[in-house]
């Protein structure tokens, strides 16, 4: 462990993929999703201790969650919460705890990650993070994690590497063989990264899956503080000015009034469109961690443990009878019968049943404005 490392976790989101779960007033970062005791933030700090000193991990949150954050993370400087007075976004988020980092340590090595993804693999996602930090220290990079993609995809944005590796044959989710990258040397080492790439259809992800340089892209980043400030200069000219009136003011009691009155004027703009797409240092360590950005209810459904006929249940008096592939959350106390459902979400939370088809739940959005007038 370094005490020149820093961890930047966004924690911002309101979740609204996981409704009836999660809502506004406590999104999923904040929530014991898989009902293992712990919310998905506190897990991420939990792994993020054997990288950083606790007093190096600084949480960028929305001002109406601090005392949530406060709750579920008591082991971190009160000062290293960072509250925002309104989303604008990525890039203003990193910014904003870039410069106050510059603050403390001029020479700090930083990883930026959401706070709400799944890693299953820990052991292997802490090695991934010191060797990306050991590069980042000596280069003048900006680094993201790509994800080794197992199946043609088409809910995550892609990184395509700039490499040229044999193919391996490996089986898709549907029986269909596709060409990837082997699980070799060749894949441990960092590459420059030749584009981003939007959300594709199935037809272009089956080819980025055959093409082997594909990877999935994580929003998990690295870089020392010097290449980040300097990328914002010549990226996000009118953001890094904005923040760098802040110097003087920045981890002392005049901060949050500069934060609440500059803030709003700040661009909303995410940091793939304002600096990774834009600077010319930007390079891609590939992984395998196990990795989700548990954007749906399908995706937890993909990472918990499941019975034999594939369904997986939060709730201890929950009865099944003739139902398959389902996700079932509810609480402890609430007798529950389900028979003959396949396929569904059952979820019970804040007053509200909802009991959705998996293949519709991108509805849900549709389904909660509905509920919530």
Known sequence: MSFNNYIIIMAGGVGSRFWPMSTEEKPKQFLDVLGIGKSLLQQTVARFKTIAPAENILIVTSAKYKDLVTEQCPELLESNILLEPCMRNTAPCIAYAAYKIKGLNPNANIVVAPSDHLITNEGEFIR???????????????????????????????????????????????????????????????????????????????????????????????????????????????????????????????????????FPTCTNISIDYGVMEKASNIFVHPADFGWSDLGTWGSLWEKREKCEQGNTVVGEQVHLFEADNCIVNMPTNKKVVIQGLQDYIVVEENDVLLICKKEEEQRIKEFRAAVIK
């Not at 220290?137 to 490499?163: M, N, V």
């Not at 790439?197 to 082997?212: D, M, Q, S």
Request: proline share 4%; aromatic share 12%; net charge negative.
């Open 128 to 262: 991934i993070i010191e060797n990306g930090l050991e590069f980042t220290s000596s280069k003048d990079a900006l680094l993201t994690l790509g994800i080794q993609p197992h199946r043609p995809e088409t809910g995550y944005g892609y990184i395509q590497a700039s490499i040229n590796v044999k193919a391996s044959t490996q089986i898709g989710t549907e029986g269909e063989s596709y060409e990837t990258m082997p699980a070799s040397e060749e894949k441990e080492g960092v590459c420059k990264v030749e584009a981003f790439k939007e959300k594709p259809n199935l037809e272009t992800a089956k080819e980025y899956l055959a093409a082997g340089n594909y990877f999935w892209n994580s929003g998990i980043f690295l870089w020392s503080l010097k290449s980040i400030l300097d990328a914002f200069e010549s990226c996000l000219p009118e953001v890094a000015e904005l923040f760098q009136k802040g110097a003087e003011v920045y981890n002392t009691e005049k901060e949050q009034a500069f934060i609440n009155d500059m």
